[in-house]
């Protein structure tokens, strides 16, 4: 894994710049607040948009946890993207859309990250609720591992958020196999 190479931060946004340079894709760093906090909240801010971040999804910071935090975020350049869970309630989904900007990124079931051979019954519906009351283009991810679920989730959706299982391909079989899973993964979006 990542960790385990000793990938830091800067490591990250310099790979991210070599990216960039050469592609218009937009590019979302998913991560957790410590280490952006380890490297400098407002340093972290102006490096990523320098390399060409997009947006910012930080998965252990909810709406209210660090106004300051959030406050610093916001006012950046940068797309604050935010969580919402099957078990968030619904009186809170509005605070959360209007504290986030970019898209709404839904988590399809509750628990840990990583493949799961079948999708909730319940996601579509539980999506166009969610569309119903934002203003925000609505992701979703976790669990999504094939083709097929993609395209499930993608006719539901605005978008679709696959980490886990092309992590776990190209640790695996490597680069190129995991290229193949995108190709057959925007084959079934399409």
């Known amino acids: 894994s990542s960790l385990q190479n000793g990938t830091k931060v800067e490591d990250v946004l310099a790979e991210l710049s070599i990216f960039r340079a050469e592609r218009t894709t ?16 407002e340093d972290f801010l102006s490096d990523a948009t320098e390399c060409g971040a997009s947006g910012l999804l930080l998965t252990d910071l909810p709406v209210g946890a660090d106004c300051e935090v959030e406050r610093t975020i ?24 209007e504290n986030s900007s970019g898209f709404l990124y839904y988590i ?21 609720e969610l569309r119903s009351q934002v203003g925000l283009p609505v992701v979703v991810g976790f669990g999504i591992s094939t083709p097929e679920q993609a395209r499930e989730v993608g ?14 391909i190209m640790e695996e079989s490597g680069v190129e196999a995991g290229a193949r899973f995108v ?8």
């Open 26 to 41: 937009p590019v979302v760093l998913f991560t957790y607040l410590n280490p952006v906090l380890r490297y400098g909240l």
């Open 74 to 97: 916001a006012e950046s350049p940068l797309d604050f993207i935010r969580l919402v869970a099957p078990t968030t309630r619904a009186e809170r989904v509005p605070e959360i859309a």
């Open 108 to 128: 399809s079931r509750a628990g840990v990250t990583g493949a799961r051979s079948q999708l909730r019954e319940s996601l579509g519906d539980e999506v166009a």
């Open 155 to 168: 006719c539901a959706s605005d978008g679709v958020v696959i980490g886990s299982a092309l992590v776990r």
């Open 183 to 190: 190709a057959r993964l925007r084959a079934a979006l399409d």
